[in-house]
């Protein structure tokens, strides 16, 4: 199965979104052009939110389930529509329930041992958490080297200063979160201000994909 991330490569992390706030957030990001959007564990009553947002969008855009740390907890957010599991870490059967289901499986890993153990697993992507702390966008360079068969996604450290260069060095896709959903901007409900800042991590995107 392919990650329908269309027209580009990027994942919204919707953490810390309300059920109440999830579509109107969701519609902005998708009317930018975001493909794919992640509603984490730990947010307010995320199985809510990935329902409406589910119900809501998911003929335009990829809606998952974000932090799934074991099976029982994926199965719950299959039924409220996710179509993808995705994890800080490597959680086997987080792994195992998403192919069984046969929705897209992103389990996090770090190191190169986690992450060749996450693909042989049936990983579809991979997704390297924290980045930032470990050498942002020279680490994922440095992964890609030996691994170019793993398609990696970026997360954890990912901004507009750093998107492009992400994209540059090999990961297929960047997850952006409190970049892209300032605070201030989920307490006013700036909508339009968090449409904008979609757009710009867009064209960050298409700057690193075009050739120099």
């Known amino acids: ?41 730990n947010s307010p009553e995320p199985l809510a939110s990935i329902a409406r947002i589910a119900l809501r969008f998911g003929e335009r855009a990829l809606v998952g389930a974000g932090t799934v740390l074991d099976r029982e907890t994926a199965e ?14 490597f959680v086997p059967e987080v792994v195992e329930a998403a192919l069984k289901a046969n929705v897209v499986a992103i389990p996090g890993a770090l190191t190169p041992t986690e992450i060749i153990a996450a693909w042989k697993a049936g990983a579809d992507f991979v997704k390297i958490f924290p980045t930032g702390p470990v050498g942002g966008d020279r680490y994922i360079r440095s992964l ?43 307490q006013r409900r700036q909508e339009h201000r968090i449409h904008e800042l979609a757009r710009r ?3 960050f995107v298409k700057d690193g994909r075009t050739p120099a």
């Not at 009317?31 to 509603?39: K, L, M, R």
């Not at 719950?76 to 870490?89: D, H, K, N, Q």
């Not at 996604?153 to 260069?165: D, E, L, R, S, W």
């Open 1 to 41: 199965m392919t990650l329908k991330l269309a027209p580009t490569p990027l994942v919204a992390i919707l953490r810390g979104v309300r059920p109440d706030e999830a579509e109107a957030i969701a519609g902005a990001i998708v009317e930018a052009g975001f493909g794919a959007i992640e509603v984490p564990l």
């Open 76 to 89: 719950r957010c299959l039924e409220a529509g996710a179509r993808f599991l995705t994890s800080t870490g």
């Open 144 to 186: 890609k080297l030996p691994l170019p068969q793993v398609k990696l996604i970026a997360a954890g450290g990912v901004n507009q200063q750093t998107a492009t260069a992400y994209i540059t060095a090999g990961a297929t896709a960047i997850g952006v979160g409190v970049e892209l959903l300032p605070r201030d901007a989920l």
């Open 201 to 203: 991590f867009l064209s």
